[in-house]
């Protein structure tokens, strides 16, 4: 059964700072890892999706890397703004692909302080 | 992004009456669908995936005659929480992908709360 490990589970750091996020996977034989935001109360927004054949996909100030061999995965927040702050998720299939949802880690909750 | 819509985004019941959430993907078809379940400072948890055309699949310790999942096209599912108790109370998030392994999308989210 896929497990999902996030680390920190809360992050607060001052405006401007450049941070990363920890994500680990128990199965690696996983087609994609999805990395999404939720702000409190809300449903969740995708911000990046990596297939297994790819080591990094970048979107604005946002970069996520993937080494499936060792199940780990970073989301790197450049220039962090207060805007950031919500509860980061990352989410993976199961191990082997198939039909079936999402497993996620619990999240690190980040606040980025003005 | 594709957009993935969900209604209502709040609800408030009585114990023993049953609660409809729908869920649409408005600009893409859709021909798997999943409920996810999220409790308060916890994530989320798969309680079913939705199959256009045929019955759902549910995760283990889901009640399925509890909750009741229809997906009669390709744009919408919908769970029906039967005789709702305090206990179901919680935020329902359906998703959607159009393709087999591609990026899933979110809908916002029901807030359920059972009284």
């Known amino acids: 059964k896929q497990e999902v490990t996030q680390i920190p589970a809360a992050l607060s750091v001052p405006e401007g700072e450049n941070l990363v996020l920890n994500c680990s996977f128990t199965d690696s034989a996983i087609y994609n890892l999805q990395w999404f935001r939720q702000d409190p109360g809300k449903g969740l927004t995708s911000l990046l999706l990596?297939?297994?054949?790819?080591r990094e996909q970048t979107s604005g100030r946002l970069n996520a890397s993937l080494d499936k061999s060792s199940g780990r995965s970073t989301l790197y927040i450049a220039a962090s703004q207060p805007g950031d702050s919500a509860t980061y998720l990352c989410a993976v299939p199961p191990g082997g692909g198939g039909a079936d949802g999402l497993t996620f880690g619990k999240g690190t909750h980040l606040i980025i302080q003005p | 992004g594709a957009v993935v819509s969900q209604h209502p985004s709040w609800v408030i019941c009585k114990s023993g009456t049953s609660v409809k959430i729908e869920c649409r993907s408005l600009d893409f078809q859709a021909t798997t669908m999943f409920w996810y379940r999220q409790f308060p400072k916890q994530s989320l948890m798969l309680m079913a995936t939705?199959?256009?055309?045929?019955?759902?699949?549910?995760e283990q310790g889901v009640e399925k005659d509890k909750f009741l999942i229809n997906h009669a096209s390709l744009t919408l599912s919908t769970l029906t929480v039967t005789s709702a108790h305090p206990e179901d109370s919680s935020f329902y998030i359906c998703?959607?992908?159009?393709?087999?392994?591609?990026?899933?999308?979110f809908g916002q989210g029901t807030r359920l709360t059972v009284v």
């Open positions: 998703s959607a992908r159009r393709l087999r392994n591609t990026e899933a999308f």
């Open positions: 939705s199959n256009e055309g045929s019955k759902a699949t549910y």
């Open positions: 990596i297939q297994s054949s790819q």
